[in-house]
């Protein structure tokens, strides 16, 4: 990765032939996120499932599915956020990225909050939140609150896949993303 990206356009192209970690040997693609690349909102996952690697898009699969209902739910539209992971590329069998493939694409997150901007982040997840807010975070203690780092309010709540092993984590998330759409609308009302 080159030192400064010009533009956030200019990231994925610089992405597409990465070796910085094995992935690169097994992805079939870059999963560099999409939305609006204004946006005020920005969700941060773990990295891309089966769906995604075959698509090269984001929260395409069953997690996609769940994200999608619960940001219609809350009043958001997908179009209006950006929505990327922590890890570019999908590990196999879906395992959880390891701490040196995290390594590997902190660099290309970094450059993407910068150059996006947002005003809110919801990390989904543990691995998103221990990354982006603190490496010592625990989710359950931590969904929901919100955070504050550089200037942008964080929010952690469970990933959406986690309603698979425990549907009680649904209204957790939808809960969460209430707060996310409450703390927007305070703070665009703010600009008035």
Same mark, same amino acid.
């Given at each position: 990765?080159?030192?400064?990206?010009?533009?956030?356009? $200019?990231?994925?192209?610089?992405?597409?032939?990465?070796?910085?970690?094995? %992935?690169?040997?097994?992805? =079939?693609s870059?999963?560099f996120?999409e939305?609006n690349l204004?946006?005020?909102i920005m969700?941060?996952?773990?990295?891309?499932?089966?769906k995604? $690697?075959?698509?090269g898009?984001?929260?395409v699969g069953?997690?996609?599915?769940i %994200?999608?209902k +619960?940001l219609e739910?809350a009043?958001?539209?997908r179009?209006d +956020?950006?929505i990327t992971?922590?890890?570019?590329?999908r590990p196999p069998?879906n395992r959880?990225p =390891?701490?040196?493939?995290?390594?590997?694409?902190?660099?290309?997150?970094e450059?993407q909050? =910068?150059?996006i901007?947002?005003k809110?982040?919801?990390?989904?997840?543990?691995?998103?939140?221990?990354?982006?807010?603190d490496?010592?975070?625990?989710?359950?203690?931590a969904?929901?609150? !919100?955070?504050?780092?550089?200037?942008?309010?964080m929010?952690p709540?469970y990933?959406?896949?986690?309603i698979?092993? $425990?549907?009680?984590k649904l209204?957790a998330?939808?809960e $969460?993303?209430?707060?996310? =759409?409450?703390?927007?609308?305070a !703070?665009?009302?703010?600009?008035?």
């Amino acid at each position: 990765m080159t030192s400064e990206a010009v533009t956030i356009e $200019d990231l994925p192209s610089q992405a597409i032939g990465c070796r910085r970690c094995g %992935l690169g040997e097994t992805r =079939k693609s870059i999963v560099f996120g999409e939305g609006n690349l204004q946006a005020d909102i920005m969700l941060i996952g773990e990295a891309p499932g089966e769906k995604e $690697d075959e698509s090269g898009q984001p929260f395409v699969g069953p997690a996609g599915r769940i %994200l999608n209902k +619960v940001l219609e739910e809350a009043g958001i539209n997908r179009e209006d +956020v950006y929505i990327t992971s922590v890890v570019k590329c999908r590990p196999p069998k879906n395992r959880l990225p =390891k701490k040196e493939e995290v390594t590997a694409c902190v660099p290309y997150l970094e450059q993407q909050i =910068k150059l996006i901007n947002p005003k809110i982040i919801v990390c989904l997840g543990s691995l998103a939140a221990k990354t982006i807010i603190d490496p010592k975070l625990k989710i359950t203690q931590a969904r929901g609150q !919100w955070l504050e780092k550089n200037g942008v309010k964080m929010i952690p709540t469970y990933h959406p896949a986690s309603i698979f092993h $425990d549907q009680e984590k649904l209204e957790a998330i939808r809960e $969460d993303f209430r707060r996310v =759409k409450e703390a927007y609308l305070a !703070w665009a009302s703010s600009l008035d």
